[in-house]
């Protein structure tokens, strides 16, 4: 896409405009999203399109070659009884991994994202951090997932959260970022849109709410929050930046939901896993249920589809 | 001064709440003299699926808790029943019978819970059994719940019914989910108060009102329901059900008994909802006077 190849313009972080966040007319403009009816057809097509944006994940410190491998054989073989169906877009690991997922996916268009900079909790000086990237990086991770350092952030210290996210944009060259605000420790939606600002603004190729280690994580209203400073942002400049919830988003509805959000701020351009993601790692699962239902009419069970 | 009676809202019971149904439509069954019994939910597909959601979450918890701990739960039960058995008595005269016999059939649902009560912690003694066989194995066969069942309570009572078809269910650890007497519910939805309010853990018990004819399809084609019990005369309608279960090899059961007698209990109602399981353990010894066990 030409977007890409535009030269993001270098703001200093105090320069960064970002508006306050009226959280009643949040919470009642998702609430509106929310009472859409999607059916039939139109269902059926959300729910491929979800399964096809869905980054499956396991970051988990008894993650093992195995747990991942079979992971990765998920992504590939998400129902088999049922031809047709999407793989997802990626699947999400620790550092550590990405070799043995690298190996197994290769050749198949799924793509291999690594956490990185100490996470979950990123307490790491910026050289760990940076070198846990280039680690990820050089055992074949095509996008990166790193964490902000929420404690700076708190501490109004913007400079410092700007350059690290610089910084780790730079370690990546090719390889797209995606900048975990990790939500459910920002408090207010507030910060949660001054952190979306600094992110995109210090190269973030995507925003992502959460980690998938805190509650709250990817709620509605702070997914809208962080789309709509992603519409802010292509309005000025032109320039399309990704969004990754992740974390609490289980169930096909409430992925519909997110689409139909995502749709009616930022356009069918965005509807693609090129910029929209999930990050869960059981959603795949409730997709799935939910189409072989819509195709066979018949209520299913989680007895016959592949453990998570 | 005269008081305007507040009347009851009926409502349905899934995983240990009570909400409307989510079609938001009702129906107003008559009693004899052609009077409303009241608003009853006429519960949609998607209740029925809501309700197997959450019997299939509380499946766990339920199965593997111990025996004799179902057993103080289903005690508390008959304690709650007890407690309530004037209004229990009151609705089944709305309902149509006599006092003398709505009295009699409060008493056998209270001894009847008291009844399963006790076969909790014993039916598994009385029904597993150490096998013999021809090579080193210490060979035992032991039950274990089937796993979220799917009851059609009978249709011509309002408590006795349901009470006797869907307490050997829980009590050999399985969960429920229950469609009441289409036109006589009240009693249905009452007794899900008294599960409420006893110790049963959400989602064990599940409660519907509404027609068979729209539930039985959904409930019986599900794939995560993994018995059916009918307790229904329309044998039509169980026809369709067995057809249906064919899907993922539902067990299907349908018991008509005469519900009021005091012998329409036993434990083999709790044995159709089991599964056997066998385990072969490896020994040094077949047997004789040099064997462990």
Redesign the interface.
């Given at each position: 896409m030409k977007n890409k190849l535009v030269k993001k313009e270098i703001i200093h972080p105090d320069n960064i405009y970002s508006p306050s966040i009226d959280k009643v007319g949040v919470e009642e403009r998702v609430a509106r999203f929310q009472s859409r009816s999607i059916k039939n057809e139109s269902k059926l097509q959300g729910l491929k399109i979800a399964l096809n944006m869905i980054d499956l994940t396991t970051l988990e410190g008894k993650d093992t070659p195995g747990k991942v491998k079979q992971m990765c054989y998920k992504a590939l073989h998400l129902h088999d009884v049922h031809p047709n169906l999407p793989s997802v877009a990626a699947v999400c690991v620790y550092p550590s991994m990405v070799r043995i997922a690298k190996n197994e996916v290769k050749g198949t268009g799924v793509k291999v994202a690594s956490v990185s900079t100490a996470f979950p909790s990123g307490q790491a000086p910026l050289d760990v951090k940076i070198r846990d990237t280039q680690f990820a990086l050089d055992e074949g991770a095509d996008e990166i997932d790193m964490v902000i350092s929420r404690g700076k952030f708190l501490s109004g210290e913007y400079n410092f959260v700007f350059d690290e996210i610089a910084k780790i944009k730079e370690t990546c060259g090719k390889a797209r970022l995606k900048v975990i605000l990790e939500t459910g420790e920002l408090a207010t939606l507030d910060n949660v849109r001054k952190a979306s600002d600094i992110a995109i603004y210090a190269g973030a190729d995507f925003i992502k709410t959460s980690t998938g280690k805190i509650q709250p994580a990817a709620t509605m209203q702070v997914t809208y929050t962080m789309l709509m400073a992603v519409k802010d942002y292509y309005d000025k400049t032109g320039i399309m930046i990704g969004m990754k919830p992740a974390g609490g988003i289980s169930t096909s509805k409430l992925a519909l939901h997110n689409l139909v959000m995502v749709k009616e701020i930022l356009g069918n351009a965005w509807l693609t896993n090129e910029w929209f993601r999930f990050g869960a790692s059981s959603l795949a699962n409730d997709i799935l249920m939910q189409i072989m239902k819509m195709e066979t009419?018949?209520?299913?069970?989680?007895?016959?589809f592949s453990i998570d | 001064m005269s008081r305007l009676e507040i009347l009851k809202t009926y409502k349905i019971y899934i995983g240990g709440q009570f909400p409307r149904t989510e079609s938001g439509r009702f129906y107003s069954p008559l009693d004899k003299k052609g009077k409303p019994l009241g608003n009853i939910c006429l519960s949609s597909r998607k209740d029925v699926r809501n309700a197997i959601v959450a019997a299939r979450k509380a499946f766990g918890s339920w199965s593997e808790r111990a025996a004799f701990n179902r057993g103080q739960i289903l005690y508390r039960i008959a304690e709650m029943l007890e407690g309530r058995k004037e209004q229990f008595i009151a609705e089944l005269i709305q309902q149509g019978s006599t006092k003398k016999n709505a009295e009699e059939e409060v008493n056998l649902s209270i001894e009847r819970t008291v009844y399963y009560a006790g076969w909790c912690d014993k039916y598994q003694q009385v029904l597993s059994s150490v096998n013999p066989v021809a090579s080193s194995h210490f060979n035992f066969s032991v039950l274990e719940p089937t796993g979220v069942v799917g009851i059609l309570a009978p249709q011509n009572t309002s408590l006795i019914g349901l009470v006797s078809i869907m307490l050997p269910v829980i009590c050999g650890g399985n969960t429920c989910v229950v469609i009441a007497s289409e036109n006589l519910p009240l009693c249905a939805v009452t007794f899900a108060e008294v599960l409420n309010s006893s110790d049963v853990p959400g989602g064990v018990v599940n409660i519907l009102t509404g027609t068979n004819k729209e539930l039985n399809e959904t409930l019986s084609t599900h794939m995560d329901v993994n018995a059916i019990v009918y307790g229904g005369d329309d044998l039509e309608a169980l026809k369709q059900i067995q057809e249906n279960s064919v899907l993922n090899v539902k067990r299907v059961f349908s018991y008509s008994k005469d519900w009021n007698k005091a012998d329409s209990q036993d434990l083999y109602m709790i044995s159709d909802t089991q599964e056997i399981k066998t385990t072969w353990h490896p020994i040094e010894n077949i047997g004789g006077s040099s064997s462990s066990y």
């Open positions: 009419g018949v209520y299913q069970s989680s007895d016959y | -």
